[in-house]
């Protein structure tokens, strides 16, 4: 089964630093480009970053350029969000997604929730 | 950046209704544009992608259609499983998504 399962979640207060993991199994993670979406809580979707198969090319939303890095070990199946700089704005569940060949995301994690606050 | 505005935000429909969502982009986007479907408190799953080109495993009554600026998302027959919010999404650069249409039972 193709599964992608978020982890790294938790409450952190405004400044702090926090590490999301996605784990990948049952797909070839290293053919894939991957991606980061994140929803506040009673918000739409919001897409965050990405990140080519080879790690050759990186993009980011403006929200989130300068403060999160992403990354992604093809041999351990996994992608990685660093936030760094968080801020309350930055609350909200965190979804990992394939890329698919049109460049749609067309496999999701169940998501991981990051709350920023004092 | 190209921003994506849907039509209606919020729709009210009975079981058996055909139903209607409009997306329009600030610039042409060509085929490039995938439709999710929401349901509270799962993640999307990808309906359509490239404009019209159904996802596996997806109920034909769901189809896309459109290109340039201006995109629909038909349901032909509403089920009581297809409540739920759907969003576009513009497959560029920035994949930015549209803000939303809820669909709710009348």
């Known amino acids: 089964e193709v599964q992608l399962v978020e982890s790294g979640g938790g409450l952190v207060k405004p400044g702090g630093s926090l590490r999301l993991s996605c784990a990948a199994s049952g797909l070839t993670f290293s053919s894939y480009s991957m991606n980061w979406v994140r929803q506040a809580p009673g918000k739409g979707l919001e897409w965050v970053s990405a990140?080519?198969?080879?790690?050759?090319?990186?993009y980011y939303a403006d929200s989130v350029k300068g403060r999160f890095t992403i990354s992604r070990d093809n041999a351990k199946n996994s992608l990685n969000l660093q936030m760094n700089s968080l801020r309350a704005e930055d609350t909200a569940v965190y979804y990992c997604?394939?890329?698919?060949?049109?460049?749609?995301?067309?496999?999701w994690g169940q998501g991981t929730m990051v709350t920023v606050s004092s | 950046d190209i921003q994506l505005t849907q039509s209606p935000s919020f729709l009210s429909a009975s079981v058996g209704d055909r139903v209607t969502i409009t997306c329009r982009a600030s610039q042409g986007i060509s085929s490039y544009l995938a439709w999710y479907q929401q349901k509270p408190g799962k993640a999307p799953k990808l309906l359509i992608y490239t404009a019209s080109t159904l996802q596996s495993g997806v109920p034909s009554r769901f189809s896309g259609s459109g290109s340039g600026t201006e995109f629909t998302l038909t349901i032909s027959s509403l089920q009581p499983e297809d409540f739920a919010t759907y969003y576009c999404q513009q497959l560029n650069s920035s994949p930015a998504f549209g803000q939303g249409t809820k669909v709710e039972i009348k």
């Open positions: 990140i080519s198969s080879t790690s050759t090319y990186i």
């Open positions: 997604a394939r890329g698919h060949r049109s460049h749609a995301f067309d496999i």
